[in-house]
């Protein structure tokens, strides 16, 4: 296949075009190189991509219009990343991420591009699943500041107040973002179930669970905690765990993430129906907390231990993991990287620089 990646020079993209290339399909990268997840360059292209390469925006519809010449399918991971600094970051989160998107869908359409992969996003359920001894499965609502600021982290029963028990989410469970790059992630599955249906086009959306790996911009607000912990150990100093730690999360190796990518491409026709989106959990089906991934970057490392702040911040959730028994099923996809091996290598990869 010839497939356009957009988002092709960042951190996701870059292994999933390394990964298209070494199954034998020719990619086309098309990238903004936006200063959030790339180092300020004197020159417009990145140091080397494994296909042709085109530099643009992928809001620039003649650009996308063009580099869509010839293309059997799109892998979509452009997109403007994490929480970001504060509300003002907003219109810059939906134009990234869905004006681009529907330029993209638009441009698509036109060309008569039929087959999509998205990069989803697991931040779309909001909190995780949970359960209550005396209620069962019940949808806790978003943490009280007063409670954060005392130190109740975890949920409780919105029916009783029982400690819950938090639990794996599957693709059918409501969604709930809960904040705004969470907001923009669910906005672009609608756009692309909408493209599905209108043009009769196949659709799907991988949520990615906590990606880590080589190549993680570091020393940006935009990247993840993974990130954020792999910098403070390069600059000799301590990781600082928000809350008390025990905030669970599926951390899944970048390659591991791009393998899913080729599989949703090369199965697109049997992945999703035709005027469809069909979501996959992609994730490595192996919860840890935030506090032992601290831990173990730092011991791999060999820097000082996490510190443990109890700071924390509005539209964090608490837990968020999720079953990804369907892709395994439907994709024949297995995370082929451990927690412990993917740390070990992350603690000692080099990492890209930000802004």
């Known amino acids: 296949m010839r497939v356009l990646v957009t988002g092709g020079a960042g951190f996701i ?6 990964a298209l290339v070494e199954h034998g399909h020719e990619a086309v990268v098309l990238d903004a190189l936006l200063p959030a997840a790339h180092p300020t360059a004197t020159h417009p ?18 650009a996308v219009l063009a580099a869509l010449r010839g293309v ?14 504060d509300f003002a970051d907003a219109p810059a989160y939906v134009g990234c991420n869905d004006l681009g998107t529907a330029v993209l869908l638009a441009a698509m359409a036109e060309r ?6 998205l990069a989803g996003s697991m931040v779309v359920y909001g909190e995780g699943r949970y359960d209550c001894p005396r209620h069962g499965r019940v949808r806790p609502g978003p943490r009280a500041e007063a409670d954060l600021a ?24 409501p969604v709930d973002p809960r904040n705004v790059y969470a907001t923009t992630k669910l906005a672009q599955e609608h756009l692309a179930a909408a493209w599905a249906r209108s043009v009769g086009g196949r659709a799907v ?35 600082t765990v928000f809350e008390d730690g025990n905030q669970r999360r599926d951390f899944i190796h970048v390659r591991d ?12 026709p049997d992945a999703a129906a035709p005027a469809a989106l069909t979501a996959y959990n992609t994730g490595s089906d192996d919860p840890h907390t935030v ?10 490392f060999g820097g000082p231990a996490p510190v443990v702040t109890g700071d924390y911040r509005l539209g964090d959730v608490r837990h968020i993991t999720a079953s990804s028994r369907r892709i395994r099923d439907q994709l024949g996809w297995r995370p082929a990287v451990s927690f412990h091996e993917g740390m070990t290598e992350f603690a000692h990869a080099p990492q890209r620089a930000g802004v």
């Open 13 to 18: 993209g870059s292994h999933i075009v390394t």
């Open 45 to 62: 292209a990145p140091p080397s991509v494994d296909g042709e390469w085109i530099h643009a925006d992928v809001r620039d519809r003649e």
């Open 72 to 85: 059997d399918a799109v892998c979509h991971q452009a997109a403007m990343v994490g929480l970001g600094k």
């Open 112 to 117: 008569g591009v039929r087959e999509l992969v």
């Open 150 to 173: 005392a130190g109740r982290f975890d949920p409780l029963c919105p029916e009783c107040g029982t400690p819950l028990r938090p639990g794996l989410v599957g693709e059918d469970a």
């Open 205 to 239: 959306s991988l949520r990615y669970h906590n990606v880590y790996g080589p190549g993680m911009p570091r020393d940006t607000p935009y990247a993840g905690v993974a990130s954020f912990f792999r910098s403070a150990l390069a600059r000799g100093e301590a990781p």
């Open 257 to 268: 993430v791009a393998a899913a990518n080729v599989a949703a491409l090369e199965a697109a």
């Open 291 to 300: 506090g032992e991934m601290a831990t173990a970057l730092a011991t791999a």
